[in-house]
Each structure stands twice: as C-alpha cells, then as structure tokens.
C-alpha cells in the first residue's frame, strides 16, 4: 500500500531518533501530527470561522489552519522565528496566559508542548480551559513514557536535564503509571484509547501511522477534551481569586501567607 502524508500528499519518509520512516520527507510531520489530523477530520474541525489556538504550530498543520480558518487562526511560540514560513507571534505561556480571553478559542492544539514549561500543570490547565468556548475543543499529545511522573522546576544544566527527562529542554516526563494522579487529576481521561474506534486498519496504513501508536498510551496518543472534561472548574470570583494567586507565586510572592 502506498503510505501517503494526509498534510501535504508526499510518499517519501526518512527514520527519526530510531524510528523506522515516521517522518514526512516533505513537510517533517510526525506519525502524532498525522493522527490529531485525522482526528480533525473525523469530527469536522476546525469549522467555519473558526479561532483557533495553535502552539509551536507544525508547518504543514499551520498552513492547513491557515487555509481553513484565516484571521482566526492563532500561532504561537516562545521562540517565533523557529517558523518561518508562518506568521508566529511570541506567546510565554508563563507569562502572556493571565492575558488571554475567556470564552474565545473554539479549538486549542498543541503536541509534545507542555514538558518544556517550567511551571505547575495546573496553571496551564486553568488558562487553557478558561480561554476555550465551552462548546470548544483541546486537543493535544503529550510524550507518555513508561513509570511515574516527575518534574523539576529549578535551575538544571543541559547535561543534568537530559539525565532526568531525556532532552535538554524538558522539565518533567509524563509517566503511565500513574497518570491518573497527574494529567487525570485536571482532565477526565478516556480508559481506553484506540484509533481502530473510528479509523480502519487500511486508513491508518495509508497515513503512515504505526501499529505501535494506534492504541494504549504514548507519545501518538490524541488526548480529545472539552471544557466540561476540565475537573477543577470553580465560580467566577473563586477563579479570578486563583488567578491572582498563581501570578503570586510566579512573581516570587506568598499570597496565601495568613494576615497578621
């Protein structure tokens, strides 16, 4: 079978960090952003006029959400000259989420993201699922590894990370083992994952997506979410209360000291 890439139509693919043909010779996709583009398909996203959210935006998915959705279409990166062929703002996740809208984005998408933001999950969760419409989508992949979760936020050296979380730039790993107790303690997680619930065999075969990442728990995996999924959902006040909390901790102050 001829395995073609469903984001810019070539056949030839190269190895990439020991795995067998995954990338797109072409466009550089990976077997992951081939999977969240079949999962746009399959339910119709992004829709007309749609405002979509888009960190560290693949090029061929970028030009893509470009085509479909124009101005509403959303890049952004700590680091935007990295993408030269799309029109990438500079976003700090860190910094710049307090200042995003709530209740604007219609789809949310990033991949293999969130190892490389050096502060708490749960500050990332609260922003993105309070700036997503609340008919909106998330969707993104994480690099699920074997064993427990673990994160450090401190100072380390290239060499001192790449020990800990196997890359320079990463500040966790996301384990399997307990995922419940991390990514399942902000998000209601599908027990079960699998492609084969809506994507025949051939299908996959002609993306070029391999068997090992059609199912379980990896870095392919295609995490779905609306804003209901989000668990840690609280009133208006108690939400801007948290806001201003978390921006505390950030600037190095103790807002939750008791008054004296």
């Known amino acids: 079978m001829r395995r073609t890439c469903n984001?810019?139509?070539?056949a030839d693919w190269v190895d990439m960090n020991g795995r067998v043909q995954v990338r797109c010779a072409r466009c550089s996709s990976f077997e992951r952003t081939r999977a969240i583009k079949l999962t746009l398909d399959r339910l119709g996203l992004p829709r007309k006029n749609a405002k979509v959210l888009h960190f560290a935006p693949?090029?061929?998915?970028?030009?893509w959400l470009q085509e479909q959705c124009g101005e509403g279409y959303r890049p952004v990166d700590l680091e935007p000259e990295r993408y030269p062929s799309l029109d990438v703002k500079r976003f700090d996740l860190i910094a710049d989420s307090p200042s995003l809208p709530s209740e604007h984005f219609d789809l949310i998408l990033h991949s293999h993201v969130l190892e490389h933001v050096p502060v708490t999950l749960g500050y990332l969760f609260h922003h993105l699922y309070r700036t997503l419409k609340s008919d909106g989508h998330h969707i993104f992949c994480l690099p699920l590894l074997s064993g427990h979760y673990y994160e450090y936020l401190g100072p380390l050296t290239d060499e001192e990370a790449t020990n800990r979380f196997g890359q320079?730039?990463?500040?966790?790993r996301f384990g399997i083992k307990d995922i419940d107790r991390h990514l399942g303690s902000f998000i209601k997680l599908n027990p079960r994952y699998s492609l084969y619930d809506h994507h025949s065999k051939e299908e996959l075969d002609a993306c070029n997506i391999p068997e090992s990442e059609r199912q379980g728990l990896?870095?392919?995996?295609?995490?779905v979410t609306r804003k209901s999924d989000?668990?840690?959902?609280?009133?208006?006040?108690?939400?801007?209360?948290l806001v201003e909390a978390l921006k505390g901790l950030i600037n190095g102050k103790n807002l939750f000291k008791a008054n004296q």
């Open 58 to 63: 693949e090029a061929a998915m970028g030009r």
């Open 7 to 10: 984001l810019c139509g070539c």
């Open 230 to 241: 989000y668990l840690l959902q609280c009133s208006k006040n108690a939400t801007t209360n």
């Open 168 to 172: 320079f730039d990463h500040v966790r």
């Open 218 to 223: 990896n870095g392919s995996t295609v995490f």
